[in-house]
């Protein structure tokens, strides 16, 4: 291939979902949810696997306070992996993170160079139906387009956005324009998207050469361009001035570019992916038991169903006539709570922080696995 493919994964997250295991300066991405290696380094390790790309050319766009724990685990993987750690000094959405990354791969390796940008914290089982519509988007970005990747739905999921499939693009097999992004809906709505069957999940992953979407930028959203460059400028290239970044409008990448390009196309796909962005979706793909129970650690269960009991402290947790509940020990914390309602969970982790606890901003070090 004479372009070059550069992995771009963004690695933010506030940490509140998968409370108590993930917090606000240790979220998910950095927990080991589905074998013996976090989010973060499997989605390093399917990313070499899937574009041939080398540890070396992979590029995390982190916040600062984060980058440390990004290092470490990288360079467990490789030590090459965790050369080009960008650490943004403040978090402003994924619009401002995909333009600095796009800056650091244009000055790199040229415009040219061709981004992979997905998200550190997704789980995708089929990687094999990964690699194949990588290698069909592959090719629409060679031809100038910003592509991303739409999942088939398989339920009327309303944690999700979605896209609208347009026309197909004939000299592009497998690839269709993108009609329109449209946020989460209700589940009335939902539920007619899964009938329609022309709409897909958003699933936060693209592909486009780095100096089409920085044109794009200068189209559409010049002003977060023009100030990541300044910001940029003022400081280094891997962590640019906090003060002028700061100032930079905060919007999702979808929102800056991807709805108002005429450049966009999709790739319809089905690799089994998860964001794992509730204590339900995790239950959903891990691996259960005779009653439908996700057990790990120190655990005892009986005569209970569907339910996830996380025990990643010494001490016994047992549960007994317990139907669809999470429990997680971390050691510090115990949550007990109904495995389908995130929301209430995200309401408790709200209010825990403005109440002041630091249980939900820090992971004590005695607690994190290196």
């Known amino acids: 291939m004479s372009q070059s493919v550069v992995p771009v994964i963004l690695c933010g997250g506030s940490g509140t979902r998968l409370w108590p295991a993930s917090r606000e300066k240790f979220p998910k991405q950095f927990l080991a949810l589905m074998g013996e290696h976090t989010l973060l380094q499997q989605t390093a390790l399917r990313t070499m ?15 600062g306070d984060l980058s440390g724990h990004v290092a470490g685990q990288l360079a467990q993987i490789d030590a090459a992996a965790a050369r080009h750690i960008l650490c943004e000094p403040s978090a402003r959405n994924t ?3 995909v333009a600095f990354a796009a800056c650091h791969v244009e000055a790199l390796h040229g415009p040219d160079a061709l981004m992979l940008v997905l998200p550190a914290d997704h789980h995708i089982a089929d990687e094999k139906a990964l690699g194949e519509a990588f290698a069909t988007g592959l090719k629409a970005a060679q031809n100038g387009l910003l592509v991303t990747f739409g999942i088939r739905p398989t339920r009327p999921e309303t944690g ?7 026309d197909a693009i004939g000299e592009l097999p497998g690839v269709q324009r993108a009609a329109a992004f ?21 699933s936060g992953m693209f592909v486009f050469k780095a100096g089409k979407v920085l044109a794009e930028f200068e189209r559409y959203s010049p002003q977060i361009l023009a100030r990541v460059r300044e910001a940029i400028a003022a400081g280094e290239s891997h962590r640019p001035d906090g003060d002028l970044y700061a100032n930079i409008p905060s919007e999702p990448f979808d929102i800056a570019i991807m709805e108002r390009s005429a450049d966009v196309a999709v790739v319809p796909c089905h690799p089994h992916w998860s964001d794992i962005g509730s204590w339900e979706s995790l239950w959903e793909i891990r691996q259960k038991d005779s009653n439908q129970n996700v057990i790990q650690g120190n655990a005892a269960v009986h005569a209970s169903t569907g339910c996830v009991v996380l025990a990643k402290s010494e001490r016994l947790v047992a549960c007994a006539g317990l139907t669809n509940i999470v429990v997680v020990d971390t050691g ?34 005695t607690l994190i696995v290196k």
Not at 160 to 166: H, K, P, T, V
């Open 182 to 202: 449209v946020e989460k809906p209700k589940l009335d709505v939902a539920k007619s998207y899964l009938a329609d069957g022309n709409y897909l999940w958003n």
């Open 95 to 97: 619009a401002a993170a």
């Open 332 to 365: 510090d914390s115990i949550l007990i709570a109904d495995r389908s309602n995130a929301d209430s969970l995200k309401a408790l982790v709200s209010e825990l922080k403005k109440a002041g606890n630091p249980h939900v901003i820090e992971l004590p070090e």
């Open 160 to 166: 999700y956005g979605y896209i609208r499939l347009g």
């Open 49 to 63: 696997r899937t574009t041939g790309a080398k540890a070396a050319d992979i590029v995390t766009v982190t916040l």
